[in-house]
């Protein structure tokens, strides 16, 4: 998790051009991703269980879908490990509603 040092908003994770960004939805002020900080888990049976989260509450950005290639999904984080860890950052695609998930 990164904050905005403009404006102290929580920023969130964007894909682009093969850079991950730290993008803030308040000012948009932006920094790529030093991707030493980065832990991406491969996981050998691909499914996230995500009980009714209703998803189209949440904010969209711009990362290109693993399962159809559509490149707007729905993001969300959620603290799964302990506190002085970073979260995880889900993302469900708008189109196939795949959803997979970045540790960060």
Not at 26 to 38: K, V
Not at 53 to 57: E, L, V
């Given at each position: 998790m990164r904050y905005c040092p403009e404006c102290k908003e929580l920023m969130y994770l964007?894909?682009?051009d093969g850079e991950i960004h730290y993008v803030c939805p308040?000012?948009?002020?932006?920094?790529?991703?030093?991707?030493?900080?980065?832990s991406i888990s491969v996981v050998r049976e691909n499914k996230v269980l995500v009980l009714d989260?209703?998803?189209?509450?949440e904010p969209i950005v711009k990362v290109e879908c693993p399962k159809c290639g559509n490149n707007e999904a729905y993001t969300w984080i959620v603290q799964t490990r302990s506190g002085d860890e970073g979260g995880t950052v889900f993302y469900r695609c708008t189109r196939c509603r795949y959803t997979w998930r970045i540790y960060t």
């Open positions: 964007e894909e682009r308040s000012c948009g002020y932006e920094i790529i991703h030093d991707s030493s900080e980065l989260r209703d998803t189209t509450a």
